[in-house]
Each structure stands twice: as structure tokens, then as C-alpha cells.
């Protein structure tokens, strides 16, 4: 629940740059930052989003295996959801409400799907909420609790959600018609980080009703999960394997267009691309589909090592967080940018808190790390040597977010 908490304050902050300034984040980013610094946090974005939609698209191809008996192999599912940008480019001709239809589609698919396991399960409500509130997180479970931070708050999302306000249009010199624009928003986000929350809920307790402390929850991963649910809740009017794969492939789809969506945002802010709108998705999607093909080749039949990357994956956006999040907070607050839209001092302190905690979190994970994994000296060489060049790198975003750049204000205006 708070990582959610902390996703939504995020996205709110992601959506108030955007309608104050008409600008996006990878926008603004390419004005601030020198040439070095700026294709740096351009790669990280990109290193960011390519993870995810592994994870994505992934997930779509389980789905379809799931659903077809294991007659669609890993790859080929791959390559079928790689496809869905070529739908989203067909909806957003016809306007940006057909792909918010779509997308509202696949959510309700979703949830749909996984509130009929939720109701399967019956848990209880005061354990259930007790959980929410007060969560408690085994010392062993340090992946784990990071990696939920990072699917919590994925970087590409940040850079998303301060373009997505953008389809409508608001008059930024009209102080009233932002404000009320940013009310709107404001209610649009939080609706939909509060479904999203539901959603995780009924996953997380379906699995945790059922296998908590048994043998089978050391097995469990996405490739399996709907066997063992099946096993675990019975078949009835309609299996519950293929309600899981239902809901996967709606889960999967909808992630991976809204990953397509925030790629060409990304790339074209950072590198201001002039070109083709269909060009420009499929270059995108060409950086994920090529190394998530060779993933599904190399895990296709090697279940655990594909759970345990999909872990790393969900650490790997905890680790970029800083990368987006930085930024964003270094424009938020200043005037030059905002103007009367900044965000005031307390509001800064709790965004800067969240800041540090994600970083703090990330910390304690690379120490976990290197006490419990045995490694040579030359791996454990080539490892401080990137985690030196991760933590100057954070340091100087840091010390620029605090240091107030007069020449800024030129170059929006």
C-alpha cells in the first residue's frame, strides 16, 4: 500500500510539470541538463524500459501459452504481442478516446479476472488489512520488498504520465484552467492507482491464501501459477487456469502499449526526433522485442531461472527510479519552470523523503548483495567500478537539483 502511496504522489507530480509548462519530462530534461548527462539519463530510461517490457510482454506470452495448452511456445508469443503497437498506432489515428477505450478493456478484463480468484479464496479481512497497514518483511525478503517498489513506481512511467495530460488542451497561460486541469488529473490518477491497488490485492492474496508456508510456494512462478491455482481452487464452470491466463494477457497487453507509448515520448524528448509517428514506434519497440526474443529462447523451458530474472528486472526499475524521479523534483520545484504551479516546501520534503527512501532501500539491497553472493575478484572489480559510476551519477543529479540554474528560464522561453 505504500509503495502505491508513494507511485501515486509520483504520478501526480509527473502530471502537474506537464500541464504547467506543456512540456514533458524527457523534454525539460533535454533543456537542463549538459550533453553528457543528458544522454546519460536518456540510456537509463531506455535500459529502464527495456526491462520492463521483457517483464511485459513476457507475461503476454505466458498468457498465450497458458491458454493454448502450451501450443504457442514462449517466442513465438513474443512476437504476436509485438504486434499491439501496430494496434495502438491504428486506435490513436482515430483519437486518443479509442485507446483509452482500449485500454479501459483490458482492465476491466483484469480485474474481472482476478476478483473472481479473489473471491475464490475468501481471506480474511482483519489479516487482510492488518497486512496493508503494518507490513512486515522477513530479512530474507529484501529482493522482494525493493522489487515491489520498483513495479510500484516504474521509471517510464514518470516520463508517461507528464506527457499523457497533454492530449488535452490547456491554455498554461490561464492560471484557473491549469488548476482545474490539475484537479482533473489529480482524481483521473488516484482512481487509477486505486484500481491498480485493488488489483495487486487480489493477486497477492489469492497467492498468499492459498500457498503461505506450504512446499509449493518455493515453486510457483508466472509459467506455473495457473496449475497450481487450478490444483488449488478446482475447475468449476470455467477452470480457473485459463480466469489466470485471462487476466495475464490483459495485464500483459496493457503494460506493453503503455510501454510503446512511453518509449517514443522518451526518445523523441531526449534526442528531439522529428520523424514519423509509426517509424518512431517501431524503432521503440524493436529496442525491447529483440532482447526479450532472445530471453524467451533462452528460458523457454527453464521455469525458475525465468522467475528469478523477472525479480531482477523488477530491482532493475527500483534502480532507475532515482534517474526520472531526480529530475522530475528538480523542475517541480523551481519557479523558473513552474512559475506559480512549484510545489510548495512541504510538499518537497515529503517528495525528497520518498526520494532518499528509494535510494536508501536500493543501498541496503547492494549490500544484501554482495554479503550473500560469492563471485570472483574481477566480477567484484567490474561491479564497484559500476556502482561507484551509479552513485556519482546520483550525487550530481543531487547537487543540480538543488542549485538554482538562472540561465533555465532562457531556454524555456
Avoid at 109 to 135: C, H, Q, R
Avoid at 164 to 176: A, E
Avoid at 337 to 363: E, H, P, Q, Y
Amino acid at each position: 500500500m505504500w509503495a502505491t502511496a508513494m507511485g501515486l504522489l509520483i504520478q501526480l507530480l509527473a502530471a502537474r510539470l506537464g500541464v504547467a509548462t506543456g512540456r514533458h519530462l524527457a523534454e525539460l530534461c533535454r533543456l537542463q541538463y549538459p550533453p553528457l548527462p543528458r544522454i546519460t539519463l536518456w540510456i537509463m530510461a531506455e535500459i529502464a524500459l527495456i526491462g520492463a517490457d521483457i517483464q511485459e510482454v513476457i507475461g503476454s506470452a505466458i498468457a498465450l501459452k497458458v491458454l493454448t495448452n502450451g501450443y504457442i511456445p514462449l517466442w513465438a508469443g513474443v512476437l504476436i504481442t509485438a504486434l499491439d503497437c501496430f494496434i495502438f498506432l491504428f486506435l490513436e489515428n482515430y483519437g486518443v478516446r479509442k485507446l483509452e477505450a482500449l485500454f479501459g478493456l483490458l482492465i476491466t478484463t483484469m480485474a474481472l479476472s482476478f476478483a473472481w480468484m479473489f473471491g475464490e479464496a475468501k481471506p480474511n479481512g482483519v489479516e487482510l488489512l492488518l497486512g496493508l497497514l503494518i507490513p512486515r518483511i522477513h530479512s530474507n525478503a529484501v529482493k522482494q520488498a525493493v522489487s515491489i517498489v520498483g513495479c510500484s513506481i516504474m521509471p517510464h512511467n514518470v516520463y508517461l504520465h507528464s506527457a499523457l495530460v497533454q492530449s488535452r488542451m490547456v491554455d498554461t497561460n490561464k492560471k484557473g484552467r491549469v488548476q482545474e486541469a490539475l484537479s482533473y488529473f489529480s482524481i483521473e490518477s488516484s482512481i487509477a492507482l486505486f484500481v491498480s491497488f485493488i488489483i495487486n490485492i487480489f493477486v497477492m492474496t489469492v497467492f498468499a491464501k492459498g500457498f503461505y508456508g506450504t512446499k509449493a510456494s518455493v515453486d510457483i512462478g508466472l509459467v506455473n501459477a495457473g496449475t497450481y491455482l487450478q490444483e488449488k481452487y478446482g475447475g468449476g464452470l470455467f477452470p480457473v487456469l485459463y480466469i489466470w491466463g485471462i487476466g495475464l494477457l490483459a495485464s500483459g497487453h496493457c503494460s506493453t502499449i503503455t510501454g510503446t507509448y512511453a518509449g517514443q515520448f522518451i526518445m523523441a524528448g531526449f534526442l528531439n526526433l522529428r520523424i514519423k509517428k509509426w517509424l518512431r514506434a517501431v524503432i521503440t519497440r524493436s529496442f525491447a522485442i529483440v532482447p526479450t526474443v532472445i530471453v524467451a529462447l533462452m528460458f523457454d523451458t527453464s521455469e525458475d531461472k525465468l522467475d528469478i530474472l523477472n525479480e531482477w528486472l523488477n530491482v532493475l526499475q527500483s534502480l532507475q527510479i532515482p534517474f526520472s524521479l531526480i529530475p522530475l523534483l528538480s523542475l517541480v520545484s523551481r519557479e523558473q519552470v513552474m512559475g506559480v504551479f512549484k510545489i510548495n516546501r512541504t510538499l518537497k520534503v515529503v517528495a525528497w523523503i520518498v526520494a532518499f527512501l528509494v535510494m536508501i532501500m536500493n543501498g541496503y539491497l547492494l549490500e544484501d548483495f554482495f554479503a550473500n553472493e560469492l563471485m570472483s575478484m574481477w566480477v567484484m572489480i567490474l561491479l564497484i567500478f559500476i556502482i561507484v559510476a551509479y552513485v556519482s551519477f546520483i550525487i550530481y543529479l543531487v547537487v543540480q537539483a538543488f542549485r538554482i540554474d538562472r540561465s533555465f528560464d532562457k531556454l524555456l522561453h
